[in-house]
């Protein structure tokens, strides 16, 4: 049985770091309210030279370094962002050209949040099925261009950056101790398309627009969906949350965090948060995150890792693979 493996991981981050006391200069709010409501300390945000090409193509080449892989080993560019350098052409193919590669073909996946959880979805796929070895998966975002700052119930949640991870394709036994994805699992309800959305686009105003969410309502349907495709992949993979490892989630609000830790029976040991540092990136969240338990070695070979995101949409979805 094939399976989609990872060999390398790579972040970038915006150069400023925002800390929630420079919120208190520009409104009614502070450290303890933000730090409190949803575990964010700070963020970062890019500068006018920083954008989701950049980061994505930083991310690329630190990812393609730790696989000790080059562009021209790499078939296929998967971008999951919400926040393109352009309408068109995809983002993905400018951070191609960036990565000097002449071969291949890349594309955008939008699923905001889940955007990332998605585009690993379809890679795998697309290995899988044949004709391509390795791709590169990157989630990187600018969020801090959609954002009305002065909204203090959205801009505080936000942040910019990009991760990325290279997939090769390898023959596995067909077994749960083979190394890969080996689980995933998608959904989509466009229902709730006004609880978090971009009051802008090309077709309808032809504006960018702004970033808004009714809060309270993405925290009282994330818990139930996030737990939803959770607990199919462990139905698809034979497993309970006490054979996990790790558990990488969407790193959108710690409160959310924990409550579906708790409700899924994951120890909270084996959770990775990193929202504290980084805010809310929606589409870099879960790499950023996945880097950061690599780099200080939390997340070893042979380790069984679930990642998981929702995002506007909605939408949801979790990946369960052994690293």
């Known amino acids: 049985m094939l399976r989609s493996v990872v060999r390398g991981v790579g972040t970038a981050l915006p150069r400023r770091i925002m800390k929630n006391a420079e919120f208190e200069t520009m409104m009614e709010t502070s450290d303890a309210w933000i ?15 920083e954008t989701t090409a950049s980061l994505g193509e930083a991310a690329a080449r630190a990812a393609l370094d730790n696989a000790g892989l080059t562009p021209d080993d790499i078939d296929l560019i998967v971008l999951a962002t919400s926040t393109p350098n352009n309408t068109f052409p995809a983002t993905s193919v400018d951070i191609q050209n960036r990565l000097g590669m002449r071969h291949g073909f890349a594309f955008d996946m939008q699923a905001v949040c889940s955007g990332f959880v998605y585009a690993v979805t379809t890679a795998d796929a697309l290995l899988r099925a044949g004709g391509n070895r390795r791709a590169l998966v990157i989630g990187s975002e600018t969020f801090s261009r959609i954002l009305d700052w ?20 390898e023959e596995g036994a067909g077994e749960m101790s083979d190394r890969g994805i080996l689980a995933t699992s998608l959904r989509a309800d466009g229902s709730h398309k006004e609880k978090l959305f971009v ?20 925290f009282k349907h994330a818990v139930g969906m996030i737990t939803d495709v959770i607990e199919d992949v462990f139905a698809k993979g034979g497993i309970t949350a ?14 959310i965090i924990e409550a579906s830790a708790k409700k899924l029976g994951i120890d909270l040991e084996k959770v990775v948060i990193t929202v504290d540092q980084h805010g809310n ?7 950023l995150a996945l880097g950061a338990a690599v ?7 042979g380790d069984l890792v679930l990642l998981e995101a929702m995002g506007g949409g909605f939408t949801w979805g ?6």
């Open 199 to 218: 009051d802008g686009g090309p077709s309808t105003t032809g504006t960018v627009g702004h970033l808004r969410m009714e809060g309270r309502e993405v």
């Open 281 to 287: 990136t929606s589409a870099a969240s879960v790499p």
């Open 150 to 169: 002065e909204d203090r119930t959205t801009c505080v949640l936000f942040g910019d950056g990009a991760g990325a991870i290279v997939l090769e394709v």
């Open 35 to 49: 730090v409190q409501r949803t575990g964010i300390k700070q963020r970062h945000i890019a500068a006018e030279d």
């Open 295 to 301: 780099a200080d070695g939390r997340i070893k070979k």
């Open 318 to 323: 979790a990946v369960l693979l052994r690293w």
């Open 242 to 255: 006490d054979d996990l490892d790790w558990f990488v989630p969407h790193q959108a609000n710690r409160r």
